[in-house]
């Protein structure tokens, strides 16, 4: 059974700074590409980063410069490292696990961040 479990949100002034963390058991991170998504309130969940099998990145634009994915292979875990924090990135974040299907994607339950002074 596959379970992602986020954690390392808050609430965090403006300017700030949280690293999230993505942990894994039943299934192997650095076989899989591994993406961070967000949900605001009233807005549709968007892709944040990812990070593929070969250790590519990809970040949207809104977090371009800010944000870092990596991934710790010996532990089984995928970071987000988000810096330079504004109100607009409050959010539930979520680790993903693409499976070419999003009906069968593996989710995490989320983890609320909060930036607000």
């Known amino acids: 059974q596959v379970q992602l479990v986020e954690s390392g949100g808050g609430l965090v002034q403006p300017g700030g700074s949280l690293r999230l963390s993505c942990a894994a058991s039943g299934i192997i991170l650095s076989l899989n590409a591994v993406r961070w998504f967000r949900q605001a309130p009233g807005k549709e969940r968007e892709l944040v980063a990812t990070?593929?099998?070969?250790?590519?990145?990809y970040y949207a634009d809104f977090v371009k410069g800010r944000f870092t994915i990596s991934r710790d292979n010996a532990k089984n875990m995928v970071y987000l490292q988000m810096n330079s924090l504004t109100p607009e990135d409050t959010a539930v974040y979520y680790c993903?696990?693409?499976?070419?299907?999003?009906?069968?994607?593996?989710w995490g339950q989320g983890t609320q961040v909060t930036v607000s002074s």
């Open positions: 990070i593929t099998i070969g250790g590519n990145f």
């Open positions: 993903n696990i693409p499976r070419g299907d999003p009906a069968r994607d593996y």
